[in-house]
């Protein structure tokens, strides 16, 4: 039963018959068929289809979110059982969140590679709280996100400590200024900050509510790097990690304010949904920490 769940989680990813068995190296007949056989035991349709599309209904829903993590868990438990023989090798899913995905985790799937070349990862970047449900649902081995949460299911371990730090164009009034700049300032400016859910958001927010400020416009984009764009170009300011404008720093494309109790510090902390890991999941793990450790003395 496992590959017809394969079979229908791949017809439901490609929205397609065709495609899906393209993918699996099957005839679209037989694609057909073991969909047929997974509805005829699940006792309903679970895909709406005509010539223009394949979707999935309400059914094929629910057992399409089971279905990725039924496959999951069994992905885990085969690697368990090889790893009592072999070395660290098979596919390992991690998620991140946008600041440490996008500005550390590259470097660390690159010195995996280099060492562990057997070892095949899947990278989904994705705000703090979508990667947080989707270790929960199994559908990731281990996430890595910042800020703080509340999960009893998850277990957790903070793996490395993080500066925040507030941003303007050169070109920007407080910059041009110099000194030092008091909390009520830059309450007045207009500040750019990311969406609902981003780990990033949610330390502005700390850091509003820390200080008692309310800025009077707030404008919300989804990526870091659309606001470092903007702040470039002179729309507002942010909150940002220091990790995510080094470049911008030292080239000058953007600037520190300087703010009386500034940087604050949060931390990056990666979380998995069980105590029994595969061996390319621990070699990741260490793999991450030595890198972590290691940037820490540069």
């Not at 699996?24 to 509805?39: F, K, M």
């Not at 449900?133 to 793996?159: M, R, Y």
């Not at 207009?190 to 609902?196: F, G, P």
Request: hydrophobic fraction near 40%; charged fraction near 20%.
């Amino acid at each position: 039963m496992d590959f017809h769940l394969q079979v229908f989680v791949m017809v439901a990813e490609k929205k397609s018959f065709s495609r899906a068995a393209e993918e699996l190296h099957l005839t679209q007949p037989a694609v057909s068929q073991y969909i047929r056989a997974l509805e005829d035991s699940v006792g309903t349709r679970l895909l709406e289809r005509t010539n223009k599309y394949v979707r999935l209904n309400q059914a094929g829903e629910i057992v399409f979110r089971h279905a990725k993590e039924i496959l999951n868990l069994y992905t885990n438990m085969q690697c368990l059982v090889d790893d009592l023989t072999n070395k660290a090798r098979g596919p390992i899913s991690i998620g991140s969140s946008f600041t440490f995905g996008e500005y550390i985790l590259p470097h660390i799937i690159a010195r995996l590679q280099n060492h562990y070349p057997e070892i095949t990862p899947s990278i989904t970047i994705h705000n703090t709280k979508e990667i947080i449900d989707l270790v929960t649902n199994h559908q990731l081995d281990i996430g890595i996100i910042e800020g703080i949460f509340k999960q009893d299911k998850l277990l957790t371990e903070i793996v490395a400590e993080d500066h925040m730090v507030v941003v303007a164009s050169p070109n920007h009034h407080l910059i041009q200024r110099g000194g030092d700049v008091t909390i009520s300032e830059i309450e007045e400016e207009t500040w750019i900050v990311r969406e609902k859910g981003s780990g990033t958001r949610e330390a502005t927010e700390t850091l509003f509510r820390t200080y008692g400020i309310a800025p009077k416009k707030l404008m919300e984009f989804g990526s870091t790097q659309l606001i470092k764009e903007s702040v470039q170009a002179g729309i507002g300011i942010t909150l940002l990690s220091s990790w995510t404008i080094e470049r911008e720093l030292h080239n000058h494309y953007v600037e520190l304010i300087k703010v009386s109790g500034l940087p604050f510090k949060r931390n990056f902390s990666i979380v998995t949904n069980t105590i029994y890991q595969t061996k390319a999941l621990k070699t990741f793990i260490e793999t991450l920490r030595q890198y972590l450790s290691q940037l820490k003395t540069l």
